[in-house]
């Protein structure tokens, strides 16, 4: 689905995304944190839909032969670093973000079972771009595609009518 055929509220979201990505590649807070605050208050739902599945996208697009936990580390430690010096990071929000992107619910620990926690929709907001422009300097396609892959597929999951 291209961006410019998205309906009003899926196009301030995409536009939000792009200005926080983008402002996170400049390293420039003002700008970052202006955007994150017009991300916040979308439809927290669709925020962490659109977001992960960019995640998502941008991890089997940087990782073709298959994703390890070194490069999880790799790709959060890439967002940390890149981020550190102008923004405040959070890399228990930046492991839930990778974590729900790949529908990982529940990590094995030797006392059980336990769940990632729960993210916050300003969490999300402050911290998922940081990861997005950290993958999008290894990767092949720019982040428009991947939003237009991840709305495409939003949309196809929600039209797609069950049995």
Do not use: N
């Amino acid at each position: 689905m291209r961006l410019g055929e998205l309906p009003p509220a899926a196009r301030q979201l995409a536009d939000a995304v792009v200005d926080a990505v983008e402002a996170a590649r400049g390293d420039d807070a003002p700008a970052y944190d202006e955007a994150v605050a017009r991300l916040a208050v979308q439809e927290p739902e669709r925020v962490g839909l659109v977001l992960g599945a960019v995640v998502r996208q941008l991890l089997e697009d940087v990782y073709p032969d298959g994703l390890a936990a070194d490069e999880v580390l790799d790709a959060l430690d890439d967002a940390v670093r890149g981020a550190a010096a102008w923004a405040a990071v959070d890399t228990e929000v930046l492991v839930s973000v990778v974590a729900g992107a790949l529908g990982i619910h529940e990590v094995d620990t030797p006392e059980g079972p336990e769940r990632p926690r729960s993210v916050r929709p300003v969490e999300l907001a402050g911290q998922a771009p940081l990861l997005v422009a950290a993958l999008l300097r290894r990767s092949r396609r720019p982040l428009r595609s991947h939003l237009e892959l991840a709305f495409g597929e939003i949309w196809r999951a929600e039209t797609v009518e069950l049995p």
